[in-house]
């Protein structure tokens, strides 16, 4: 007879839970198959069965929206519980209740009620358990102990095979679907939704954003198969109207239920506008046949934030951070910081992940840039500054880009260039930094921009 593997010990602090995590199979290493959580789920007495599920996939806009329909909730007087990935600055943020992220000592805890289950599933499955899909298991722990009326997930990537495609989504939010990830999803939209369409189960209601049309195509008949109720954005709700405003913009929305008007939405961008829309049917779905009252919707959006989506976090100069790490992603940004902004140089700091498309994300802001600096982030998924260089200079043109590996060197040339408008014809020197190419970036840049950034001023 085997002997059992021994239990994992017991974290007494959030640097140990993180390094128990971290060791585990990384994000970005996949082998689809739901038997590891499932086995995992079970073992804790299946916690995403106590709650009602919204499930959100879709290429960008998931956790804007996660956010939006979590504030909307819990305006209802709903307890939430909110899992999004990645996180921009540290690991509690991937698991929220009503609205607030695990403090440090919650996410041990939350650690510590899955970790005595995790030796039992590696022994007895091909792969162990990975980080992600341990994550997600505490976050569906957390929700059942705490204990919430509704969870509001995001998935890691795709749908079918996602880690949190164990819980059976209430309501399905498929957000649109461009290029991305495509070594694993596929090379067309139409492909990527087949994987995404997953989320859509027997008897559920799939919320629909406008989608490319193979796309739609793959999502209707996914819906039909299962008999999942439809309601897509264009048809049966979207946005009537938009106007860009100090720190946002005012929105008037029709939903499934009834419209609602001059709505401040302290976002950027028509993208955004587009996310209230979606996130507005998500929880009118989920809440029955009555229009949300106009007051609520008005109060729960006037709160909404979205870290690192087009923020600005210091003045003088300007500096933005945006998680755009797509070409779809970059274009929605580009148009927004048209809309929005009047910036007369725009500075970007670029880092991005190795294996995405740059080359169609950096000439997604090409038209908006004075100068890009190249740079990269601190994990080993980076690439390399001079490599993505290499591609700037051919669009841009090689007196337009510079190279500064290290991040924090990097926001500094950028201010300074920023601030010394002139250089590129602006006299009053009313320049901006835009940060931007990957999450892990731009939660790295939020870290160091919590100090001082030489050629700012305070």
Avoid at 197 to 219: M, N, R, T, W, Y
Avoid at 221 to 243: K, P
């Amino acid at each position: 007879m085997s002997e059992t593997p021994e239990a994992p010990r017991l974290a007494e602090t959030f640097a140990e839970v993180e390094d128990a995590l971290l060791s585990r199979w990384p994000e970005t290493k996949l082998e689809p198959s739901l038997d590891r959580i499932r086995a995992f789920t079970e073992l804790l007495g299946d916690p995403q069965t106590n709650y009602p599920v919204i499930h959100l996939t879709g290429t960008n806009g998931k956790t804007s929206t996660s956010r939006m329909i979590d504030a909307l909730l819990r305006a209802t007087d709903l307890r939430t519980g909110r899992f999004t990935s990645p996180h921009v600055e540290r690991m509690t943020e991937r698991i929220s209740i009503d609205g607030e992220a695990l403090t440090d000592e919650q996410f041990v805890a939350a650690f510590n009620d899955s970790a005595p289950y995790t030796h039992l599933v590696d022994a007895n499955q091909e792969h162990p358990l990975s980080f992600f899909e341990t994550v997600v298991t505490m976050a569906f722990a957390a929700f059942a102990d705490a204990p919430v009326d509704v969870a509001i997930v995001e998935v890691g990537m795709g749908g079918s095979w996602d880690a949190t495609n164990v819980a059976d989504a209430a309501v399905a939010v498929v957000l649109p679907i461009a290029v991305d990830h495509a070594s694993y999803l596929g090379d067309t939209p139409g492909e990527i939704a087949v994987e995404k369409a997953g989320i859509i189960k027997p008897g559920s209601f799939a919320v629909l954003a406008e989608q490319p049309p193979a796309a739609a195509e793959v999502l209707l008949a996914r819906a039909a198969e299962v008999g999942a109720t439809v309601a897509r954005e264009g048809l049966d709700f979207g946005v009537i109207s938009r106007v860009p405003a100090l720190g946002g913009q005012v929105v008037s929305l029709q939903g499934l239920r009834g419209r609602y008007d001059e709505i401040f939405l302290p976002l950027y961008g028509a993208h955004q506008a587009q996310n209230a829309a979606v996130a507005l049917a998500a929880v009118e779905a989920f809440a029955g046949d009555q229009p949300l009252d106009d007051e609520l919707v008005r109060a729960a959006f006037a709160e909404v934030t979205s870290p690192g989506r087009l923020e600005i976090v210091r003045r003088g100069p300007t500096v933005l951070l945006d998680a755009a790490h797509n070409p779809h992603g970059a274009e929605a940004t580009a148009a927004a910081l048209d809309d929005s902004f009047t910036f007369s140089t725009l500075i970007g700091v670029i880092g991005v992940m190795a294996d995405k498309d740059h080359e169609g994300l950096l000439a997604a802001f090409e038209p908006h840039l004075a100068h890009v600096v190249c740079t990269q982030n601190s994990t080993a998924r980076a690439l390399p500054a001079e490599e993505l260089a290499v591609v700037a200079r051919e669009i841009y043109g090689p007196d337009r880009v510079s190279v500064q590996p290290r991040l924090s060197e990097a926001l500094d040339e950028a201010a300074a260039l920023a601030e010394a408008g002139e250089a590129f014809g602006d006299p009053l020197g009313s320049g901006a930094v835009l940060v931007t190419g990957s999450v892990v970036t731009v939660g790295e840049a939020r870290t160091l921009l919590a100090r001082p950034v030489r050629g700012s001023s305070e």
